[in-house]
């Protein structure tokens, strides 16, 4: 009976075996995956695309072309009408406008009494100047001047000399011109330095002198206009101040005397002049 037992089971196994050869597998859900460590299922990660190795060394990328930059051509040189340097020689005329006082009368004591007024002794009146120098870096000229005024009488009479003829200034400085644009029509100024004399006369050959004013200032303003390389025009208004030192008579048998007492002192006076004036530059040089 054991046997027959043991016979059967070895013919049921070898039945099961040509079975299952030639079966055909039967789709289902996929089989779950074996547990991990610990009893954990897990995935294997999906194959992706092979990973290059990396560059021995960083790349380098060459760096793009410099924009193009538009350099402008350099200016002209200014062309210049003016010369750099010259030779300056000059004359105005114009009209001379006196006022002011020529000196005040004090008391011994010192308190002013009286003034002497400029308008006194002259008037208005017509005037010339000539004045020579050099030019310097176009816009300067540094030069000296004559200016000569012809007055008119005054307004006081004094019979015991006569009938007053006329009277004179004469004005002597060092001056310093400056043109803003020299080359067409600039802004012209002026400014000088220097000393007056005044004198006037009567028909008896007395005269009245006044001296000793080593500080004269005067300033004008104007216009610089440029004709030709070595010719401007110069029409200018200038005002000027100062005050003379010293005042006396020429008697008409030639002695001389005081025109101021004890007490009186000096006195400012002013003068305005309107003129044109004509300057050449010679010998000039663009260098």
């Known amino acids: 009976m054991r046997k027959a037992q043991v016979w059967l089971a070895a013919l049921g196994g070898l039945v099961g075996t040509a079975t299952n050869a030639g079966a055909q597998p039967v789709e289902g859900p996929p089989a779950e995956p074996p547990p991990g460590p610990g009893g954990a299922h897990y995935t294997e990660p999906p194959a992706g695309p092979p990973q290059s190795a990396p560059p021995p060394y960083p790349a380098v990328y060459e760096p793009p072309p410099p924009l193009a930059i538009y350099e402008p051509p ?40 009286d003034e002497v007024k400029w308008s006194e002794f002259a008037s208005a009146g017509p005037m010339f100047e000539l004045d020579g120098g050099a030019r310097l870096g176009r816009y300067y000229t540094v030069f000296l001047l004559w200016e000569h005024a012809v007055l008119g009488t005054g307004s006081r009479e004094i019979p015991a000399l006569g009938k007053q003829e006329r009277s004179e200034s004469d004005y002597y400085a060092l001056g310093l011109r400056f043109s ?16 007056r004399r005044f004198r006037s006369i009567w028909d008896s050959g007395a005269e009245l002198r006044m001296t000793e004013a080593p500080l004269e ?3 004008g303003f104007g216009a610089d206009i440029r004709l030709g390389p070595a010719f401007s025009l110069s029409p200018m208004v200038t005002l000027g101040a100062g005050s003379f030192g010293d005042a006396e008579w020429l008697n008409p048998d030639g002695s001389t005397s ?30």
């Open 258 to 287: 005081s025109a101021t007492a004890p007490g009186d002192g000096a006195a400012g006076h002013g003068w305005l002049t309107l003129h044109l004036g004509g300057h050449f530059d010679l010998f000039g040089s663009q260098n």
């Open 180 to 195: 803003s644009d020299p080359n067409t029509v600039g802004f012209l100024t002026e400014i000088n330095l220097g000393f």
């Open 74 to 113: 350099p200016p002209p040189r200014p062309r210049h009408v003016a010369p750099k340097t010259a030779l300056s020689l000059g004359a105005r005329l114009g009209w001379f406008v006196p006022f002011g006082n020529l000196w005040v009368v004090g008391s011994p004591s010192g308190v002013v009494v």
């Open 217 to 219: 200032f005067r300033i």
